[in-house]
């Protein structure tokens, strides 16, 4: 009723609006009429208020409601169940179910997993700074993290450690968690750990003592060419804007003019250092993102005076792995024509969450607000057909071909077109981000030896216990990492051993014509594996490159002029 009333007195404030307008163009109006207006003016201020108050108490009293039947639920589980109930595990229960009526990201966080969950965002964790695989029921160390507390106390890559405080570890079966449980703790608190080490008869004894490890956002950061720089950045976290931008300033001092950033399998990560990226390529005052929540209105983020980058020509790459914060940067770039994006389509989360604590350090990551590019563009791909599919999407773009065609399941209706802000191209919304310049995924070598070799981890296995045999021999034969990349290569008595391990492990050579149309990729695999463990991430992704389709095709892309004059649909970029 009461809608109805005020939308009545809204039409008879207009009517009389229209009926005073000769009085208010002179400025001259009567004062009867004056109080007849604001009388009507208060009338529908007062029934809005009224209407709003209204429908805050009835959500008030549904809110209450609801509560009221959870509460009376616990107490009476309490008082009548038959048996003892774990009300922790119930609340947890009824949480999450709770979450599983909302959007898929919308999720509850035990408080055993607050670290775990929390670390690639916060950007370090307190422990001893080695990364680890399993040998032959025996803790391999695959890497040391540069001048961390393992490297300062001596512990080298290669290494097995024994035991720690005395605990034997080696031999038995201990989970990754019972690992990490022993290995980590309170920085400044010690560790005594036992190691063998190759040609070395006795165990060797270290005293270890923890402290805060950065975990890099940056795997690689090169020149491609005098002119060309590279970077890949695997995260969005409170640590990745430092790297950043510094990153950007050595590659600058070496002569870069053009960039390509790799942000390919990166899942995203705090929404403010999306923000800080995109503004090192963006002028002043040019909107970045903006957001709209039910409770939370609209806020817009614009770039500042800042930036490193804002001219010279820029590409980014992009997978269906390329998630939330990846996609902000690029959307940014995107629709002000700022750069291209080569690759396939990203993920498609358009969503920001907010974390809610409860007292127990578990809780609630909900969603808040949709995120939009510049453009007005919403990124999210549609959830209505449930969890299970919304999350098998990627697999799904695989099995009707878009990863090859570059063919969307779906046909982009005129709603979710949009124009960029200074080219007016085309481009859409409601699903990812899709390329400028889409690269078809290479996908025949994913043959059912090569899916049982990576998926059961045989070649892993197999590689870590080549490291550990051929490790001294290897960095004798290849002493500085230029002669790894221009000289190694894979023999046909190192994959012959392959293929015994895998017999060994029940996966019988018998798919010949599988193995051989594999080789390439499980040559590659070899070859970066041991650029990664011998060496650093970077010369292992350096190889990787070099063999991928995407960066081959983003590299061609800077070097071809065409791609950035005016000729050119998706040109006219600001170079």
């Known amino acids: 009723m009461l809608p109805a009333i005020t939308n009545a007195v809204k039409s008879a404030l207009c009517r009389f609006a229209i009926f005073c307008k000769p009085y208010m163009r002179a400025k001259k109006m009567p004062g009867l009429l004056q109080r007849m207006f604001f009388a009507l003016t208060g009338l529908v201020c007062c029934t809005t208020a009224q209407l709003w108050a209204q429908k805050a108490q009835q959500q008030e009293e549904r809110w209450v409601h ?226 709209e929540g039910k409770n939370y209105g609209k806020r817009s983020y614009e770039a500042t005076p800042r930036g490193n980058f ?82 098998s999407d990627i697999e799904t773009r695989y099995e009707n071909g878009e990863m090859t065609s570059g063919i969307t399941n779906y046909e982009p209706a005129d709603t979710v077109k949009y124009l960029t802000k200074l080219n007016k191209r085309v481009v859409y919304g409601g699903g990812g981000i899709s390329p400028d310049v889409f690269v078809p995924v290479d996908t025949a070598y994913r043959t059912a030896y090569y899916r049982q070799l990576t998926d059961k981890g045989i070649l892993n296995k197999f590689m870590i216990a080549y490291l550990d045999d051929k490790r001294t021999e290897l960095l004798s034969h290849f002493p500085a990492e230029t002669d790894f990349e221009n000289s190694f290569e894979v023999s046909d008595d190192l994959l012959q051993q392959l293929t015994e391990y895998a017999q060994q492990e029940n996966l019988p050579p018998d798919d010949v014509a599988g193995f051989q149309t594999a080789l390439a990729q499980i040559k590659l695999h070899i070859q970066s594996f041991l650029a990664k463990y011998l060496y650093s991430a970077q010369l292992s992704q350096k190889i990787v490159n070099r063999n991928n389709d995407t960066y081959l095709k983003a590299l061609e892309v800077l070097q071809t002029n065409s791609y950035w004059n005016s000729a050119n649909p998706v040109a006219r970029l600001k170079q």
């Not at 805060?212 to 990745?240: D, H, L, W």
């Not at 453009?375 to 057909?385: A, E, F, L, V």
């Open 310 to 391: 804002e001219e010279g020509r820029l590409v980014v790459l992009m997978n269906e792995r390329s998630a939330s914060a990846s996609e902000i940067v690029a959307g940014a770039i995107q629709d002000w024509d700022r750069g291209l994006i080569i690759g396939q389509r990203s993920y498609g989360k358009g969503l920001v969450q907010k974390p809610f604590m409860f007292s127990d350090s578990s809780y609630v990551r909900l969603t808040i607000a949709h995120y939009y590019t510049p453009t007005g563009r919403s990124i999210q791909k549609p959830y209505n057909s449930g969890k299970d599919a919304y999350f």
């Open 66 to 291: 609801a509560s009221q039947k959870i509460e009376n639920l616990l107490r009476k589980l309490d008082e009548e169940y038959m048996e003892t109930v774990d009300f922790n595990k119930a609340a947890e229960n009824a949480i999450t179910g709770i979450l599983k009526e909302l959007d898929p990201h919308s999720v509850y966080i035990p408080a055993e997993e607050y670290d775990e969950v929390n670390e690639p965002l916060v950007g370090n964790f307190e422990g001893i700074g080695i990364k680890f695989d399993m040998l032959r029921d025996t803790i391999f160390v695959l890497s040391i993290v540069n001048e961390g507390p393992s490297e300062k106390a001596g512990i080298l890559p290669g290494d097995k450690i024994i035991a720690v405080n005395s605990k034997v570890i080696a031999g038995v079966q201990v989970s990754d968690e019972e690992i990490d449980r022993l290995l980590r703790g309170p920085k400044n608190s010690e560790l005594l750990i036992d190691i063998k080490r190759n040609n070395q008869p006795q165990l060797l004894h270290y005293k270890v003592v923890r402290d805060k490890v950065t975990i890099p956002s940056i795997e690689a950061a090169y020149m491609v060419t005098p002119e060309i720089g590279y970077v890949k950045v695997n995260r969005f976290s409170a640590n990745t804007m430092r790297e950043f931008t510094k990153t950007l300033r050595r590659l600058k001092k070496e002569g870069m003019q053009a960039l390509m950033l790799d942000l390919r399998n990166n899942g995203g990560g705090y929404f403010s250092t999306a923000i800080d990226m995109a503004d090192e390529f963006l002028e002043n005052n040019r909107l970045v993102v903006y957001t």
